[in-house]
């Protein structure tokens, strides 16, 4: 057993399940996505980020470049937020909710191909 | 991939989640924290304002309480994120900085920068291995005869001195072991531009190494190696290297070529010494009987120099068995005895050739008591004695660095420089005093230039072009494109013919160019770039030959001919341009 292996899948898996949550409920309306949930996921995805810095394998360069995707879509969803309901007139109608949960399930495709990257990247492990 | 990169995203891991966990506590406690807007209605904070809010806390900035005024418990958390956010900061910029610091990152950083530094040189270089007094006299005289190098020396001290000195073109210097075939591989020896590599270390063994390397990774390339005894030299030669450079047995040469025909001599030493510096004078050494001081691998080489001339030596050595000398005298030769009884008071010359230089001082001074006429020769063993030699006033120093770096000049230069010298030699004394005053009165009192031209397709266009139609003469090229009744201040030194390789030494001017010859040319270093030009450019050549200078363009030149009617060419009549 490896602590770091343990706390890089921890935060792999919990990034995926937090932008899973997010992303489920009716996608346009308001009252079926948590602000929180998304500020939660938000950080977690950039801690799972920076944890596959530095890691030069070709499995490790893939992994950066699903979590950057992730980590990207999750902060236009939380701008679009932001200026829907500070800038924007019409405040967060349907619309607006409607791209921000889009943003976030582009987000939670990218996440679950982290997710397999790292089951198979164990599979193939003979240890 | 980019090493620097990732060596630098590892590090910065454990700072930048410390960053994230402070801002992610930071504004999770902002927007939990109840506070109270402007009406005094219960409301928290949202995300947005909270991000704002950490954003310009963090490093300290401070735009006050915003949108609404805070509630006590928002000031308290407040409080709490501010140092937890600075603390947060301080060790990210300190992990940064350290990193910055890091020896491990730093030689990361400059191997990336050498080794883009070196993909990126298009322009034929050479990769000289040694920093040392040789090394840096040999790149300053590249350099200046626009070649460009790469330095590989062992020690970082001399690639920082590469680094302070102040050259126009930028030198990359590489700090490791040469006689390493994958620092020679970083220096750039697969490199397509790479033209040669001169292995100049102070240790034989190293040389060797990089000479056998050089030539099983890429046989195409030539080494040029300096050898410190006769051992090595045929262990060099013996696998193909291009030119080992014994410094002794050079100088004797030299000694004896001086012996033999001091105008010789003098040509010899300005074709090869450094261009720029000035002018050396030509010596006398006088047939006679000369004492020689030492013999070790110095003495020997200038021995073997002197009885090739038939000159007449007694030697002087401490250590007669250790250096296999038979029938020589016991001493040092620093003592006036010692040299009294080696016969000084009527020789004609001294060698002072020990490996200390301040006994080589010595002797030459106690000779020039004794005899106040004898031909003083020193062996200057370090560099940093220069000074002391000049105020000896010997009539001749063997610098070691010197004789290296003027061979290997020679060699590098052009392959045609050593083909001249070698034939120059069979020549009588007339011809060298001919080609001698000839040079001198180009260049004056500066060592000339010498550089060789091809006519070849991609070096000489415009001028094969011209050929095919016309007769060129090597007056007509070495003209000045600017004022064609004046010459370019060089002098053809040999042409070599494609044909067969035959060789003209010293041609004279009405000798015709034929495609395909090379031209060994010594100067002023400014005629090069003005020849280059002619060879190259059509308008400026047509200039030379004709005196005219014709519209470039195409429109301009019709006009011209509609203006001038009648068949232009008969003007270009090639009587009024002699």
Request: aromatic share 6%; charged share 20%; hydrophobic share 45%.
């Amino acid at each position: 057993m490896n602590l770091e292996k343990i706390v890089f899948g921890f935060f792999i898996i919990l990034a995926l399940t937090l932008n899973f949550g997010f992303f489920i409920g009716e996608i346009d309306n308001p009252h079926h996505h948590n602000v929180y949930e998304l500020f939660a996921a938000i950080v977690v995805n950039l801690v799972a980020t920076i944890l596959k810095f530095g890691d030069r394998t070709h499995t490790g360069a893939l992994l950066l470049a699903t979590s950057l995707v992730a980590v990207l879509q999750l902060l236009i969803a939380a701008s679009v937020w932001a200026w829907a309901v500070h800038v924007s007139a019409s405040g967060l109608d349907t619309m607006a909710m409607a791209s921000i949960v889009s943003l976030a399930g582009g987000a939670m495709l990218a996440n679950v191909i982290s997710v397999v990257l790292v089951i198979v990247d164990t599979a193939t492990l003979r240890r | 991939m980019d090493k620097v990169l990732f060596l630098f995203l590892r590090r910065m891991r454990t700072p930048l989640l410390v960053l994230v966990a402070a801002y992610s506590i930071a504004i999770g406690g902002l927007v939990l924290v109840p506070g109270l807007d402007d009406q005094g209605q219960p409301w928290r904070m949202s995300f947005f304002h909270a991000f704002y809010f950490v954003t310009y806390t963090a490093p300290t900035i401070g735009f006050g309480e915003i949108p609404y005024a805070f509630s006590e418990a928002q000031r308290m958390w407040a409080s709490v994120s501010i140092y937890l956010l600075v603390i947060a900061w301080l060790y990210a910029i300190g992990r940064v900085l350290g990193l910055l610091g890091d020896p491990a990152f730093k030689l990361a950083v400059s191997r990336q920068a050498l080794n883009r530094s070196i993909r990126r040189m298009h322009d034929p270089f050479f990769i000289v291995c040694g920093y040392g007094d040789t090394g840096s006299l040999l790149v300053a005289a590249l350099l200046r005869r626009r070649k460009r190098v790469v330095v590989i020396d062992i020690k970082q001290d001399r690639i920082n001195d590469l680094l302070l000195s102040d050259t126009d073109t930028h030198v990359p210097g590489l700090c490791a072991d040469a006689s390493d075939s994958a620092s020679l591989k970083t220096a750039g020896l697969g490199h397509p531009a790479c033209q040669g590599v001169v292995a100049l270390t102070d240790d034989d063994n190293a040389n060797l190494t990089i000479a056998i390397t050089v030539k099983l990774l890429n046989p195409r390339l030539p080494v040029l190696c300096r050898a410190a005894t006769r051992d090595t030299e045929r262990n060099m030669e013996s696998f193909g290297t291009d030119q080992v450079i014994n410094p002794f047995a050079t100088f004797g040469d030299r000694l004896a070529l001086a012996l033999h025909s001091p105008v010789h001599h003098l040509l010899h030493q300005w074709l090869s010494s450094v261009p720029g510096s000035d002018l050396p004078m030509p010596i006398y050494p006088p047939a006679g009987r000369w004492v020689l001081c030492g013999f070790g691998r110095f003495g020997k080489a200038v021995q073997a120099g002197l009885s090739q001339e038939g000159v007449e030596t007694v030697i002087v050595e401490a250590d007669p068995e250790g250096t296999d000398c038979h029938g020589c005298v016991h001493g040092r030769g620093t003592e006036a005895d010692t040299l009294q009884e080696a016969g000084i008071t009527n020789a004609v010359g001294i060698v002072a050739g020990t490996d200390h230089d301040a006994n080589n001082l010595s002797i030459l001074v106690t000779a020039r008591q004794l005899q106040p006429e004898v031909f003083t020769v020193g062996r200057q063993n370090r560099d940093q004695h220069s000074d002391l030699f000049r105020a000896a006033r010997t009539d001749l120093t063997m610098r070691h660095s010197e004789v290296i770096a003027e061979a290997i000049l020679a060699h590098l230069t052009s392959t045609l420089l050593p083909q001249f010298l070698q034939q120059a030699r069979a020549q009588d004394e007339a011809w060298a005093n001919e080609v001698v005053s000839r040079i001198s009165a180009v260049t004056g009192e500066r060592v000339p230039a010498v550089w060789s031209v091809a006519l070849e397709p991609d070096t000489a266009p415009a001028l094969l072009e011209r050929l095919a139609t016309a007769p060129i003469t090597l007056d007509d090229l070495l003209r000045d494109p600017r004022q064609r009744d004046q010459q370019i201040p060089c002098i053809a030194l040999l042409v070599q013919r494609d044909d067969g390789g035959k060789r003209l030494l010293t041609p004279p001017g009405d000798t015709s160019l034929k495609p395909g010859d090379q031209l060994l040319l010594a100067g002023q270093g400014r005629s090069v770039a003005r020849i280059h030009r002619v060879l190259r450019d059509s308008h400026a050549l047509d200039y030379l030959l004709t005196g005219q200078d014709r519209p470039q363009g195409w429109i301009c030149r019709g006009l011209v001919g509609a203006l001038r009617p009648g068949p232009r060419h008969t003007e270009t009549d090639r009587g009024d341009t002699t």
